[in-house]
């Protein structure tokens, strides 16, 4: 079983794997990150007007599945010497 400290640096390795795959992407697209996040919410949230709040509150909670609110996999701390 990894420790609490392998699995926070193994998030963080994941974490910044995806933004550079997006660098990438939006080097290879002549655009920017933020252009890219800005068209795939975009396109997750064509159909929310037609949604009943039952229907969105399951999307949000789907949403919560994929996308854990993790804060060490997004919190970069550097080790002071």
């Not at 609490?4 to 795959?21: F, I, L, P, W, Y």
């Not at 990150?33 to 919410?41: E, F, N, W």
């Amino acid at each position: 079983m990894p420790t609490s400290g392998r699995r926070n640096r193994v998030n963080v390795a994941v974490h910044t794997n995806h933004h550079q795959r997006l660098r990438h992407l939006a080097a290879a697209m002549e655009t920017t990150v933020q252009d890219i996040l800005d068209r795939v919410l975009e396109q997750a949230l064509i159909d929310v007007d037609n949604m009943t709040v039952k229907e969105l509150s399951n999307w949000v909670n789907t949403l919560h599945e994929v996308f854990p609110q993790d804060t060490t996999a997004t919190t970069h701390h550097r080790k002071q010497p």
